[in-house]
């Protein structure tokens, strides 16, 4: 056993976190620079270190979920769902399940929540929002984002749901409420069901190719009949029919 492949199974040991399902040369690449930073000279040396020092265990749990987010990313896409999937969806349902899984610090969710917004009232909607570290989702819960993050956002949601502090943005209570965040393991643990909406964007992409099979399988066992599984702009699933979905639009599925 190797160094990285002694690393990925005490990581799981402590963690429950497989990492041997994500890309490896990817991961390496990002966690070598990160014990690097730190003077240390193997991934031996990394876990032990870890194992003393929280703070850096809490920087390599970062790492590995790369939270990079913004509300609106890829307007276009949430456009569609805008127009498209959400008045089909609303027509069969009005309190729609829904799932955004690898939700970041928030932003997707949220902005889920405010589309919805334009479309029931916001004390009937509420959104299901996972990610695997805690320090994402309790940035999450806080509520406040920089002006990077609301560069793709419209400016009347922005006038709407934002108010100015400091350097911050802070959003609107009732958005928050209309979000209920959870710890969960996409790779690991159970997921629910009869969902009408799954959102999964720009996490797949970091995943083995073998990882992300069983995970379409899984979010379509997830999925109501006629429900949509939205993924990120470079996730596109080739034959998706393999996994009992139809093409609804670009990046959307339906499961049959």
Wanted: hydrophobic share 40%.
């Amino acid at each position: 056993m190797n160094d990285y492949q002694q690393f990925i199974a005490n990581i799981k040991r402590k963690t429950g976190i497989d990492l041997s399902l994500y890309k490896e040369a990817q991961m390496k690449r990002r966690l070598t620079s990160l014990y690097e930073k730190r003077e240390l000279k193997n991934f031996q040396q990394f876990f032990a270190a870890m194992e003393k020092d929280e703070g850096l265990f809490h920087e390599f749990l970062d790492r590995i979920t790369i939270n990079v987010s913004e509300f609106y990313r890829n307007a276009k896409r949430w456009e569609v769902l805008e127009r498209k999937i959400l008045p089909k969806l609303l027509a069969q349902n009005r309190r729609l399940k829904i799932w955004s899984a690898a939700c970041s610090t928030g932003e997707e969710p949220y902005t889920l929540a405010m589309i919805l917004s334009k479309f029931v009232p916001l004390a009937d909607i509420s959104i299901l929002a996972t990610d695997i570290d805690e320090n994402a989702i309790a940035r999450a819960q806080i509520g406040l984002y920089t002006e990077r993050s609301l560069q793709e956002i419209p400016e009347e949601m922005k006038k709407k749901f934002f108010t100015k502090e400091g350097m911050y943005y802070k959003i609107d209570e009732k958005i928050k409420k209309a979000v209920k965040f959870k710890k969960h393991n996409l790779l690991a643990d159970p997921f629910g069901r009869f969902f009408d909406l799954i959102v999964c964007r720009n996490v797949l992409i970091y995943f083995t190719e073998e990882a992300k099979q069983k995970l379409y399988h899984q979010f379509n066992e997830a999925l109501r009949p006629g429900g949509i599984l939205f993924v990120g702009s470079t996730e596109q699933i080739f034959n998706p029919v393999l996994y009992g979905f139809e093409i609804e639009d670009t990046f959307f599925y339906r499961k049959k």
